[in-house]
């Protein structure tokens, strides 16, 4: 394949090129039969999920199971914001360990994935203003995710950033933009929590993923849930609104933000399957969905 869309206009190409590394029996079947490629969010919660053999690293690896082998994947992370929207575009990102006070195990994963500099080309020219970066690579949000997902690490990974002097609504706004890579065979992926506080965490035992929510946590997920079903865009866009747990919830943006990216890439008769509905350390929830699978 040559090419992932053309402009702004998101018209598409298919010329053949055998040597494009991105090429695969899947995508051909995809392509074919006029489907799209799924798209889902993911609660990534705690780092320690990469390493850790628990009911959310494997329901991550059960959802990538029913999937068509994508060619490339798009990921949109809570923890890449920056000023405007940016792409990696190197050919070999770096894995990130954006974190600290974890067992050295975890600073030693690498998730080796190639970049793709065409697809990042592609996505700037969808997105209105977005920048080339070749300084980032994949962050935890990022990697944590994949590692389950595609262990092998075979498939190309380009980063969306946040921006973060956008408003909800421009957020949704730059997801529709993506919508042309779900025909291309290009799987979108955004990481985040939708109930993310973590100066209200709560421990009760040595488990950070023993289930537990506070009664607002609960609450917010749930309303949350209920909007997203319904398509109730514009409370989602004013979720503060929505009282004090959804307040609770979203003490800052960047985590509940993604999930309105893949919102915003749902067709008009695709439900969300909900998944890894749980909440843990009190005030988290790893509630993910998936959109066309």
Same mark, same amino acid.
């Given at each position: 394949m040559k090419g992932f869309g053309?402009?702004?206009?998101?018209?598409?190409?298919?010329?053949?090129?055998?040597? /494009?590394?991105?090429? @695969?029996?899947?995508?051909?079947? +995809?392509?074919? *039969?006029?489907?799209?490629?799924?798209?889902?969010?993911?609660?990534? *919660?705690?780092?320690?999920?990469?390493?850790?053999?628990?009911?959310? *690293?494997?329901?991550?690896?059960?959802?990538?199971?029913?999937?068509?082998?994508?060619?490339?994947?798009? @990921?949109?992370?809570?923890?890449?914001?920056?000023?405007?929207?940016?792409? %990696? /575009?190197?050919?070999?990102?770096? %894995?990130?360990?954006?974190? *600290?006070?974890?067992?050295?195990? +975890?600073?030693?994963?690498?998730?080796?994935?190639?970049?793709?500099?065409?697809?990042?080309?592609?996505?700037?020219?969808?997105?209105?203003?977005?920048?080339?970066?070749?300084?980032?690579?994949?962050?935890?949000? @990022?990697?944590?995710? +994949?590692?389950?997902?595609?262990?092998?690490?075979?498939?190309?990974?380009?980063q969306l950033s946040l921006d973060y002097d956008a408003e909800p609504k421009r957020h949704f706004e730059i997801g529709a933009q993506l919508a042309p890579l779900r025909r291309e065979g290009v799987l979108v992926v955004a990481s985040g929590n939708i109930v993310h506080n973590l100066g209200m965490m709560e421990l009760r035992g040595d488990d950070f993923n023993e289930p537990f929510g506070f009664d607002w946590a609960v609450e917010a997920d749930r309303k949350f849930r209920a909007l997203a079903t319904k398509r109730s865009y514009k409370e989602l866009f004013d979720y503060q609104s929505l009282g004090r747990p959804a307040q609770l919830a979203v003490p800052t943006p960047e985590h509940y933000l993604p999930m309105l990216y893949i919102l915003a890439l749902r067709g008009e008769d695709e439900p969300l399957k909900w998944f890894n509905d749980q909440p843990v350390a009190g005030s988290l929830t790893m509630t993910s969905f998936v959109v066309g699978a």
């Open positions: 053309e402009g702004k206009q998101g018209r598409y190409r298919a010329e053949s090129d055998a040597s /494009a590394p991105w090429e @695969c029996p899947s995508f051909s079947r +995809l392509m074919n *039969g006029n489907k799209l490629m799924p798209v889902l969010f993911v609660g990534h *919660g705690s780092p320690m999920n990469a390493i850790e053999d628990n009911a959310f *690293g494997r329901g991550w690896a059960r959802v990538a199971r029913t999937l068509p082998k994508p060619k490339a994947i798009l @990921c949109v992370s809570a923890h890449w914001e920056t000023a405007g929207v940016q792409v %990696t /575009a190197m050919e070999h990102p770096r %894995t990130i360990h954006d974190f *600290g006070g974890f067992p050295e195990e +975890l600073y030693q994963v690498q998730y080796p994935a190639p970049g793709s500099p065409e697809l990042a080309r592609q996505v700037a020219g969808f997105v209105s203003g977005a920048k080339l970066d070749k300084g980032w690579g994949l962050d935890h949000g @990022c990697w944590v995710v +994949l590692s389950r997902m595609f262990p092998d690490a075979d498939v190309p990974v380009v």
